[in-house]
């Protein structure tokens, strides 16, 4: 019929006297528009609320999602190369992934997106690549001595293959779980026949933590404390750096570890047994041997004891056998609880993410004291482990693994 304003008409009325009043939010582009469309509606250029239109930067010397704040919504996702991959092969998909992630991130969709609508609220997205060690050997370059699995550790490991290994890895990070699932969809359907998913685990973190309102694991647990710093002065830590391998400098590495929780068991215990496991107070997070209310940024007394002598902080709680024992044992604790339970079968946990510049030095020495008499083992298994090499930021006018593949 003519004569009557067009869906897109009402709409474009409708954002226009939003913001009239002054209650619109974050701006965005309405993809998809033709020019014509937003001259004859500047409505559909103007701002949209919500922060799910925040996009973050993908250009750069390093890569995004390892020192921004964690969005509430992630995935970690493992590919392997086709046996008759080459460099070349490589170089392909890395070349397709910059582009298709430098897009999604902005808030734009891929050039072979079929659902375009999808990417228009990037909801702070960032996709993070990383590479394992049969990838380099692909690329013919010289891998760290680091980019291999952990050593074994018999006494606490049920390792799965399933949740194992990989040649190539995406963390795909947002604050939107639509966000995450269409950026993931449209990164491995990118890689076409070159490539093939071994295992996805999908985690999830509250939405409204603040530096008062630290993030929770599922036992209750304040989680992700005790972070270098990551404003310079920790780089050496977190940076791979002149003495890495070039293709790699400026990037990082990742450990990911699928921590099972028994949360029947725990939910066994009293609190008295559950703050001497971890060795901090349940409400606040604050060490035991801190003043409660205190949170849980105080640093922790080890040494302290009680009025009958014995150590307030008990020799395998959790806090002592996590702590750093030399300066270089810090890592950055990015982690993301999972819930994958089916019925009344518990299947839920920690998907411990841990970035550093070199994770044989800084993150095994930790991880062999709490395999050798952390409390919270009586509660814990780790059934996956992996390792990758982060590569660095692509720069504009380049691809991801620039070096790798060059």
């Known amino acids: ?56 930067e993908f250009r750069g010397p390093r890569q995004a999602g390892i020192i921004e704040d964690p969005q509430s919504h992630g995935a970690f996702v493992a590919l392997d190369l086709a046996t008759t991959a080459t460099r070349d092969t490589l170089r392909r998909i890395l070349k397709v992934w910059t582009d298709d992630i430098e897009r999604l991130m ?52 049920r390792l799965e293959p399933r949740w194992s290994g990989g040649d190539l890895l995406l963390q795909i990070t947002a604050d939107s779980p639509t966000t995450v699932h269409h950026a993931q969809r449209r990164l491995v359907s990118g890689t076409g026949d070159l490539a093939a998913v071994r295992w996805v685990q999908r985690g999830f973190r509250d ?27 920790d780089d050496a830590r977190l940076w791979v750096g002149a003495d890495g391998p070039e293709w790699l400098r400026d990037g990082s590495a990742l450990v990911l570890r699928r921590i099972r929780m028994n949360l029947d068991t725990w939910d066994e215990a009293d609190r008295g047994t559950r703050e001497n496991a971890v060795g901090r107070r349940l409400p606040d997070g604050s060490p035991l041997t801190a003043k409660a209310g205190s949170g ?73 004291r709490i395999a050798d008499g952390d409390l919270l083992n009586t ?16 720069r504009d006018g380049e691809i991801l693994g620039q070096a790798l593949v060059t």
């Open 1 to 56: 019929m003519t004569g009557q304003p067009s869906r897109r008409h009402t709409i474009a009325a409708g954002l226009a006297g939003l913001a009239a009043v002054g209650g619109v939010g974050a701006c965005t582009r309405a993809l998809g528009d033709s020019d014509a469309d937003k001259a004859a509606n500047p409505a559909l250029e103007m701002c949209l609320p919500g922060p799910e239109h925040t996009a973050r």
């Open 106 to 157: 902005s808030g734009r969709p891929s050039l072979t997106d079929q659902e375009p609508e999808l990417a228009a609220s990037p909801a702070n997205l960032t996709v993070t690549v990383g590479v394992g060690p049969r990838t380099v050997a692909v690329a013919g370059a010289t891998a760290p001595a680091w980019l291999a699995p952990l050593p074994a550790f018999p006494s606490i490991d």
């Open 207 to 233: 939405p409204f933590e603040t530096a008062k309102r630290p993030m929770r694991n599922l036992f209750g647990q304040v989680d992700g404390t005790v972070q270098p710093r990551t404003d310079g002065p």
């Open 296 to 368: 849980p940024d105080v640093p922790s007394d080890l040494s302290a004891t009680n009025s009958l002598g014995f150590p307030t902080i008990h020799e395998g709680a959790h806090i002592r056998r996590a702590a750093a024992t030399a300066a270089h044992e810090v890592f950055l604790r990015r982690p993301y609880s999972y819930d994958d339970s089916v019925g009344s079968t518990s299947d839920a946990g920690l998907l411990f993410a841990a970035y550093c510049a070199d994770p044989v030095r800084q993150f095994v020495p930790v991880q062999q």
């Open 379 to 394: 509660w814990i298994t780790p059934v996956g482990s992996a390792v990758f090499a982060i590569l660095p930021g692509a």
